[in-house]
């Protein structure tokens, strides 16, 4: 059973950082695209960022861009999203979740989701 878990959220103050974890078991997904996706209370599913198999395609959406950085470590299974520059409307559920290919940034195209780790952001 493939299953993906998130880790690393917590509350930070504005300005701080944090690193989310996605531990992939159950399969190998590195020719998966991975991708980050958020959703606030009372607020639709948003996308955050991707990455594809290899790693050379990066996307971002603009109200994070220049501040998350979106990685993935095959060998171990793993993605990852650093966040700096941390803003009180980032604070969200946030979700990783797997396509087998092409890579899309639309949520309901995603095969694979993990329960999520809340960010809280105090200003």
């Known amino acids: 059973q493939a299953q993906l878990v998130e880790s690393g959220g917590g509350l930070v103050q504005a300005g701080g950082s944090l690193r989310l974890s996605c531990a992939a078991s159950?399969?190998?997904?590195?020719?998966?695209?991975m991708a980050w996706f958020r959703q606030a209370p009372g607020k639709e599913r948003e996308f955050v960022a991707l990455?594809?198999?290899?790693?050379?395609?990066?996307r971002y959406a603009d109200s994070v861009k220049g501040r998350f950085t979106i990685s993935r470590d095959s060998a171990k299974n793993t993605v990852y999203l650093q966040m700096n520059s941390l803003k009180p409307e980032d604070t969200a559920v946030y979700y990783c979740?797997?396509?087998?290919?092409?890579?899309?940034?639309?949520?309901?195209?995603?095969?694979?989701w993990g329960r999520g780790t809340q960010v809280t952001v105090s200003s």
């Open positions: 990455i594809n198999w290899s790693g050379g395609i990066t």
């Open positions: 979740a797997a396509r087998s290919t092409p890579y899309t940034t639309r949520w309901q195209d995603f095969d694979y």
């Open positions: 159950g399969r190998t997904f590195s020719s998966y695209t």
